[in-house]
Nanobody, 121 residues
Framework: QVQLVESGGGLVQPGGSLRLSCAASGSIFSINLMGWYSQAPGKQRELVATITSGGSTNYADSVKGRFTISRDNAKNTMYLQMNSLKPEDTAVYYC???????????????WGQGTQVTVSA
């Protein structure tokens, strides 16, 4: 079994910062692509940022220059540093990881349970 656990969400004022973490545990041989997605009330889940096992990153235009995605492969953990937060960043943030459980076999996509980020004065 594989589990992804997010932490670090909360309430922050506009212009503030938060750091989200996503820790993967369980039967893990390797982790390929990891990413963060957000879902605001009444909206579809959308991509925030992704990072490959080699460290290549991709960001949504709305967060470029404000958010930074990173990962610690030794700890099976991914981070999202969120700076200059805006009210429109308010959403539930989900982490995603493509995980292989053994040397032979495909990667499966797993999701965390989500962590709430609220940006409000």
């Amino acid at each position: 079994q594989v589990q992804l656990v997010e932490s670090g969400g909360g309430l922050v004022q506009p212009g503030g910062s938060l750091r989200l973490s996503c820790a993967a545990s369980g039967s893990i041989f390797s982790i390929n692509l990891m990413g963060w997605y957000s879902q605001a009330p009444g909206k579809q889940r959308e991509l925030v940022a992704t990072i490959t096992s080699g460290g290549s990153t991709n960001y949504a235009d709305s967060v470029k220059g404000r958010f930074t995605i990173s990962r610690d492969n030794a700890k099976n953990t991914m981070y999202l540093q969120m700076n200059s937060l805006k009210p429109e960043d308010t959403a539930v943030y989900y982490c995603q990881a493509d995980i292989r459980g053994s040397l032979i076999g495909p990667h499966y996509r797993y999701w965390g349970q989500g962590t709430q980020v609220t940006v409000s004065a």
